[in-house]
């Protein structure tokens, strides 16, 4: 799988759920995701590790789950190249519907 696949589920004001299917994907060295948004995000099958910018890194498997603020910046420094992380992501606030 060359690229994440991701589907938003739902897209309302103020919301989007998204599932998003991860195999051996990461973020690129030196970036950092910022959003102008709320996300809370779950690991439903796989495993992954998320590292903030002024937090510990965080490792992830099946079940576990986190609540990520506006302008925190995170990146996804691993998921599991041996089978699909899935997640589900649900982003809240005005600027999260507009990214759909």
């Known amino acids: ?5 991701c589907q938003t589920l739902l897209a309302a004001p103020n919301l989007r759920i ?7 994907h990461f973020t690129e060295t030196d970036a950092w995701y910022d959003q ?3 996300e809370w995000v779950m690991v439903l099958q796989g ?7 002024t937090a510990p890194a ?3 498997s099946s079940g576990d789950y986190v609540m990520i603020p506006a302008h925190c910046q995170h990146r996804v420094d691993w998921t599991s190249p041996d089978q699909d992380t899935v997640w589900l ?3 809240i606030g005005a600027a999260a519907a507009n990214e759909a």
């Open 89 to 91: 992501a649900i982003h």
């Open 18 to 24: 998204e599932r998003i299917v991860s195999r051996g």
């Open 47 to 53: 495993a992954a590790r998320l590292s903030f910018k």
């Open 36 to 38: 102008a948004w709320d």
């Open 58 to 60: 965080l490792e992830m």
């Open 1 to 5: 799988m060359p690229n994440e696949f």
